[in-house]
């Protein structure tokens, strides 16, 4: 049974303790897709922290149909927030590239999560931030992140929790309930999250949970991806040289 008041209420004492040894007196610095995680991440450091002292970066490319959820959420909370439209950064990185380079549709799409984390490090180095990361466990455990994109920053209060747990958060935390069941989606190819993945976020959180899965298939793809992508949750592998080689022995 997952306890949900317990849990949020760790999860607010962890981000207040956090700060209080990695950056006391720093702000939050949130991206705000309007989806879930994004909304139950800056809601979670406004509880934790003050809503004075979280900041709301909206990152459009372009248009964006569903900014409006992400202006919701940032008027629920009450909270300061910039909006930074990227669609020209993105533009320009990809008129600069090489002529010749054939570009995949998954390497086009990895390019605005990466400049949006660039543009949330450049606020949160101007505003005295830590930079939150969104991810929860479920797309983690499938490594349906980009890496050195939403995959990364400071952070991270919903890393260790199923999309589900994230969702039941939400409620106890009173966000408007159309936020909280928002389909997840990129925003960046038109389609869910799910439809990505091949399976749903139900059956993954069951068998993260659990263990089990009735759909061998389904089984097999998820393990595929979660060996696949373990790579992105560990550190760098770096050369280490014998330190008799460093001390000229």
């Given at each position: 049974?997952?306890?949900?008041?317990?849990?949020?209420?760790?999860?607010?004492?962890w981000?207040?303790?956090?700060?209080?040894?990695?950056?006391?007196?720093?702000?939050?610095?949130?991206?705000?897709?309007?989806?879930?995680d994004?909304?139950?991440v800056?809601?979670?450091?406004?509880?934790?922290?003050?809503?004075?002292?979280?900041?709301?970066?909206?990152?459009?490319?372009g248009?964006?149909?569903?900014?409006?959820?992400?202006?919701?959420?940032v008027?629920?909370?009450?909270?300061?927030?910039?909006v930074?439209?990227?669609k020209?950064?993105?533009?320009?990185?990809?008129?600069?590239?090489?002529?010749?380079?054939?570009?995949?549709?998954?390497?086009?799409?990895?390019?605005?999560?990466?400049?949006?984390?660039?543009?949330?490090y450049?606020?949160?180095?101007?505003?005295?931030?830590?930079?939150a990361?969104?991810?929860?466990?479920?797309?983690?455990?499938?490594?349906?992140?980009t890496?050195?994109?939403d995959?990364v920053?400071?952070?991270?209060?919903?890393?260790?929790?199923?999309?589900?747990?994230?969702?039941?958060?939400?409620y106890?935390?009173?966000?408007?309930?159309?936020?909280?069941?928002?389909?997840?989606?990129?925003?960046?190819?038109?389609?869910?999250?799910e439809?990505?993945?091949?399976?749903?976020?139900?059956?993954?959180?069951?068998?993260?949970?659990?263990?089990?899965?009735?759909d061998?298939?389904?089984?097999?793809?998820?393990?595929?991806?979660?060996?696949?992508n373990?790579?992105k949750?560990?550190?760098?592998?770096?050369?280490?040289?014998?330190?008799?080689e460093?001390?000229?022995?």
């Amino acid at each position: 049974m997952f306890h949900v008041e317990k849990v949020k209420n760790d999860c607010i004492r962890w981000i207040r303790d956090f700060f209080e040894q990695n950056g006391k007196g720093c702000n939050a610095v949130v991206g705000i897709s309007g989806g879930k995680d994004s909304s139950v991440v800056a809601a979670l450091c406004a509880e934790a922290l003050g809503r004075e002292r979280v900041i709301g970066v909206l990152m459009p490319c372009g248009e964006q149909h569903d900014i409006d959820c992400a202006h919701a959420l940032v008027d629920h909370l009450g909270i300061r927030h910039y909006v930074v439209n990227i669609k020209d950064a993105v533009q320009g990185v990809m008129d600069h590239l090489p002529a010749d380079l054939t570009l995949t549709e998954q390497t086009r799409n990895n390019i605005a999560p990466r400049i949006r984390m660039t543009t949330l490090y450049a606020v949160s180095q101007s505003c005295n931030g830590r930079v939150a990361n969104t991810c929860n466990l479920s797309e983690d455990w499938v490594g349906y992140s980009t890496r050195y994109g939403d995959s990364v920053g400071d952070f991270s209060p919903l890393s260790h929790l199923t999309v589900a747990e994230v969702k039941q958060i939400g409620y106890a935390l009173g966000l408007p309930r159309e936020l909280v069941d928002k389909p997840p989606i990129d925003g960046l190819c038109g389609k869910t999250d799910e439809d990505n993945l091949g399976f749903t976020y139900a059956e993954l959180d069951r068998y993260i949970r659990t263990g089990e899965i009735e759909d061998l298939e389904k089984k097999a793809l998820i393990d595929q991806k979660h060996a696949a992508n373990l790579f992105k949750l560990a550190l760098m592998p770096a050369f280490m040289p014998d330190s008799d080689e460093l001390c000229g022995g």
